[in-house]
Nanobody, 124 residues
Framework: QEQLVESGGGLVQTGGSLRLSCVAA????????TAWFRQAPGKVREFVAA????????RYADSVKGRFTISRDNAKNTMYLQMNSLKPEDTAVYYC?????????????????WGQGIQVTVSS
């Protein structure tokens, strides 16, 4: 059973930056993908970015390409999301997710474990 815990959210002004972290605790596996999703009020949960734990493969939503960077530190079982040039439309609850597979995916239903979520608010 994987447990995922997010941290680093908060309130920031338009154009600012935040870094989210997600620590994975549980069975030690090398062949799993971790990802970030987000959900704004009244909207469906959407894919943000994913990274393959063993093969350094990454995938991004078009809306965040060039502004967000996903990375991971295998020794710390931690994944990060560096968010720069933030916009009000980035405001959402951000979720960390893990998929017991080696391929990245943008689909919510393909992820097996989820964190509780953390609020990110970008003021205009």
């Amino acid at each position: 059973q994987e447990q995922l815990v997010e941290s680093g959210g908060g309130l920031v002004q338009t154009g600012g930056s935040l870094r989210l972290s997600c620590v994975a605790a549980g069975r030690s596996r090398s062949n799993y993908v971790t990802a970030w999703f987000r959900q704004a009020p009244g909207k469906v949960r959407e894919f943000v970015a994913a990274v393959s734990w063993s093969f350094s493969s990454t995938r991004y939503a078009d809306s965040v390409k060039g502004r967000f960077t996903i990375s991971r530190d295998n020794a710390k079982n931690t994944m990060y999301l560096q968010m720069n040039s933030l916009k009000p439309e980035d405001t959402a609850v951000y979720y960390c997710a893990a998929r017991l597979d080696w391929m990245t995916s943008p689909h919510v239903y393909e992820y097996d474990y989820w964190g509780q979520g953390i609020q990110v608010t970008v003021s205009s």
